[in-house]
């Protein structure tokens, strides 16, 4: 938008009227050019930042797991790399599992990025947790990095157990058995929408609402992430939904 309002008013004090659509015009492909270098920049500090983070936070209980490994080959795939890609994601994890690794300096430079609280830091947390648990447990020591990171993104522990939720919803069959297993999926549910047992019908509805607007699929692409990160979206915004219609029937029974 700046570069269309420049340009149209370079346009109109040396043009005069067809300067100004002149210059107008010539601003839009400025701003188009500037935004999808913008978005590449983006996506490939996304990937890189993601590999790094995650290579640290599998190596913070001393040894990165075989479980691990695959849980990180299959985020390569989850994300479409191509080859080259997978080499630099490869690189990044190596990097980021080194003593040398400067986990704090390289969060900054990420939480650049976007605004805090952004979707897009909670789709890089996301991604960070599917890794750190894939050998069933999250380590003291991994579970303190996360919060480390998350914090340095604008986030805190409630955005981790939200996230920490969705995670355990995805992986849970959806025809669990009753008991306990009920009442941690209700748990749970409530952590998803970021509300407690003890909320009102209106403070529910509100926080879902919130929620499915900050994660609907659509805004993935225009954040800057990778299309293949739809999918991601969309299972977060299914598991969201399910969270609200479970509460709902709870509450309702």
Do not use: W
């Not at 900054?108 to 894939?134: N, R, T």
């Not at 955005?159 to 008991?179: F, I, Y």
């Amino acid at each position: 938008m700046v570069f269309i309002v420049i340009g149209a008013i370079v346009g109109l004090a040396f043009r005069g009227f067809a300067g100004l659509i002149l210059g107008g015009l010539a601003g839009a492909v400025v701003s188009y050019f500037v935004l999808r270098e913008r978005l590449r920049r983006v996506r490939q500090q996304f990937i890189e930042t993601t590999f790094a983070v995650m290579g640290a936070l599998c190596k913070a209980d001393g040894v990165v797991t075989r479980d691990e490994i695959q849980v990180v080959e299959q985020i390569f795939a989850l994300l479409r790399l191509g080859s080259e890609q997978q080499e630099v994601a490869k690189a990044a994890f190596n990097r980021g599992k080194s003593p040398g690794f400067e986990l704090d300096a390289t969060v900054v430079v990420f939480a650049g990025v976007a605004p805090p609280g952004s979707i897009l830091f909670q789709l890089f947390l996301q991604l960070q947790l599917m890794a750190v648990a894939a050998d069933g447990q999250v380590h003291p020591a991994e579970q303190a990095m996360l919060l480390r990171v998350a914090r340095a993104l604008g986030l805190g522990e409630r955005d981790l157990a939200q996230l920490e939720a969705l995670l355990r919803a995805s992986a849970r069959p959806a025809a669990a058995p009753d008991g306990v297993s009920s009442q941690q999926r209700l748990a749970d549910a409530y952590a998803v929408l970021g509300v407690t047992a003890n909320a009102s019908e209106d403070e529910i509805k509100s926080a879902y609402r919130k929620m499915i607007s900050e994660n609907h699929p659509d805004k993935v692409a225009s954040k800057g992430l990778p299309e293949s990160m739809r999918a991601v979206a969309e299972a977060r915004a299914r598991e969201i939904n399910a969270a609200y219609e479970l509460i709902r029937k709870t509450r309702n029974s």
